[in-house]
């Protein structure tokens, strides 16, 4: 017994041993330390308020109320469009307050007649459409023909297979605050960091509204574009930064929720500001209707598309084939899917704290992998790309806090910081891409009036890239119109860094071992007034940005 008894708690010290030792072993940058001590005075964005409630509590399972699809006449494997049930089934729920759709076994047919658009819509909150696995053998959803929209109809937002809230917003063109009432106006500068807001009334406000916040530029030069993207000039084909001024345009714009009303004057939001917020920019409260605890999973999505896919080679290549658009959705999730043979896959479009997660994509060569646009404090992650994309994992405009992590790509695919969108934006801002395998490099698209490609304090955390070859060196950033000096009339830059504005790189390495990747053809880490670069080249366990600062917050 003494013996058992001695090997026992020698096993216990050992265990104890290793265990502190693989916690000393992994890598904590010095970046993290400062924002322990300092928060978001580091520079580090907090991204700890990304996905599902905020990150506090789990994607729920739930039960309810549910609605089975074949009691609303859709017929499995039978070849005969499904859509009209579907719809069928999704309004009952919806107008009784909610529920689960359900959808059993089998092959169900949707958007079947190429003469017109019909897809499965989500226009109520508190709806889940639940399959009954992602498998061959679950719940298969098959589109049958395209949804892109014409040239003058904002193709880049056609419909998706799976679309919400089209009832708050068409797909004509993009939402702007300036589509709402104004319901108070902020009536003292709010520091960053700050919750409780002083307004000048809180009238029919109430608790867990969204409201969206829009700082204004009140000159022609425009002073609010010129502060977010301080010190970067403009050159003349920008246009939609350098008219942001005269346009009087609201180019931040940022929906959070409000905690609690405190007073006549005074609301407390859910998660403190992340930039001032500043008298000078006219900065406006509208009420911003959303739906609310909209859930997708156990599905596999496949198509009738033929894959014939060239980078912008017409609107049904970039635009007609699309999965699940969760737009103006907060509180939302997208799990267990496998989606084959699309060319844009997940979409969130002017949506907050949804989590997409344990995502599957396969097929022919497509568009985009996972996106935003305009889409806040969401967290994307697990997710296995195994065909070819011309787009990573993507932000577009007024895009702040979400996170995208835990990504394996099979082909080498850039990650994608898209500019504007339109003008009356800016670019995507304080978010985060972590843990991602086989990146090519950052290369963001977008036209070129509505580069710059990203805002300040985008960062890039344990990422195993390629980078483009620029000579002997591997570039990790590319800014398409820097690299084309004749058809821009400008230089050649090798300063690219400098159209992804106030980077964060930390544990950024290279996936060849024989090669280093470099910035502006350096290989030393640094920081200044465009980047922060931290254990460049660097191959080590490190710590989980995302995880170490949702952990930090709940336990304070």
Same mark, same amino acid.
């Given at each position: ?61 739930? &039960? !309810? +109320?549910?609605?089975?699809? =074949? $009691? ?7 070849? /005969?469009?499904?859509? *009209? ?19 059993? &076994? !089998? +092959?169900?047919?949707?958007? =079947? $007649? ?7 819509? /989500?226009?109520?909150? *508190? ?430």
């Amino acid at each position: 017994m003494k013996q058992f008894v001695f090997l026992f708690f020698t096993g216990i010290l050992f265990f104890g041993c290793a265990k502190k030792s693989s916690e000393e072993n992994i890598w904590e940058p010095e970046i993290l330390k400062q924002f322990k001590q300092k928060g978001i005075a580091s520079n580090l964005p907090d991204y700890s308020y990304a996905g599902y409630a905020y990150g506090e509590k789990e994607i729920p399972t739930i &039960k !309810g +109320k549910t609605y089975t699809i =074949t $009691d609303f006449g859709a017929i499995p494997n039978d070849e /005969i469009d499904d859509t *009209n049930a579907i719809n069928k089934a999704i309004e009952t729920a919806g107008k009784n307050g909610g529920g689960i759709v359900y959808f059993p &076994k !089998g +092959k169900f047919l949707v958007n =079947t $007649d190429s003469t017109k658009t019909d897809i499965v819509k /989500i226009n109520y909150s *508190n709806i889940v459409l639940r399959g009954s696995g992602s498998t061959k053998n679950g719940t298969i959803i098959f589109s049958g023909s395209s949804t892109h929209q014409a040239e003058d109809n904002s193709p880049w937002l056609s419909p998706f297979v799976f679309h919400t809230g089209l009832n708050l917003h068409d797909t004509s063109s993009f939402f702007n605050v300036k589509d709402l009432d104004v319901f108070s106006e902020i009536k003292q500068d709010v520091k960053a960091g700050t919750s409780i807001l002083e307004l000048n009334s809180t009238k029919d406000l109430n608790e867990g509204d969204i409201i969206l916040i829009a700082l204004n530029n009140t000159t022609d030069d425009g002073n609010l574009m010129n502060d977010l993207m301080h010190p970067l000039k403009f050159e003349e084909f920008q246009k939609s930064y350098s008219e942001a001024g005269i346009q009087r345009a609201a180019s931040f714009q940022y929906p959070l929720e409000i905690a609690k009303i405190i007073d006549d004057s005074h609301i407390e939001l859910k998660q403190p500001t992340r930039r001032d917020l500043l008298l000078k920019y006219n900065p406006t409260i509208s009420k911003m209707r959303m739906l609310k605890n909209i859930g997708v999973e156990h599905f596999k999505f496949e198509s009738a598309w033929d894959g014939n896919y060239k980078h912008h080679g017409n609107r049904e290549m970039d635009y007609g084939w699309g999965a699940i658009n969760l737009h103006r959705v907060a509180h939302g999730w997208i799990r267990d899917i496998h989606i084959d043979n699309y060319t844009q896959t997940t979409h969130l479009v002017n949506s907050r704290n949804v989590t997409i997660e344990d995502i599957k994509i396969t097929g022919k060569i497509g568009h985009y992998s996972p996106k935003m646009y305009h889409s806040s404090d969401n967290l994307v992650q697990n997710i296995e790309v195994e065909n070819e994309v011309t787009h990573g994992p993507g932000l577009e405009g007024c895009s702040f806090g979400n996170v995208y992590r835990n990504i394996s790509y099979k082909f080498p695919t850039p990650l994608d910081l898209h500019g504007m969108a339109d003008a009356g934006f800016c670019p995507p801002m304080y978010n985060l891409y972590e843990n991602i395998i086989n990146v090519k490099q950052i290369a963001g698209g977008a036209a070129p009036q509505n580069i710059p490609h990203s805002g300040e304090y985008n960062t890039f955390w344990n990422i195993a890239m390629e980078g483009w070859e620029d000579g002997e060196f591997q570039e990790i950033f590319f800014s398409w119109i820097w690299r084309d000096p004749i058809k821009f009339k400008n230089e050649l830059h090798i300063d690219c860094h400098k159209q992804y504005l106030r980077s964060i790189l930390v544990g950024v390495y290279s996936s060849n071992p024989e090669k280093q990747l470099s910035i502006e053809h350096s290989f030393k880490d640094r920081s200044d007034e465009w980047i922060y670069v931290e254990g460049l080249n660097t191959k080590k366990p490190m710590v989980n940005l995302y995880e170490t600062q949702l952990k930090m917050r709940i336990k304070e």
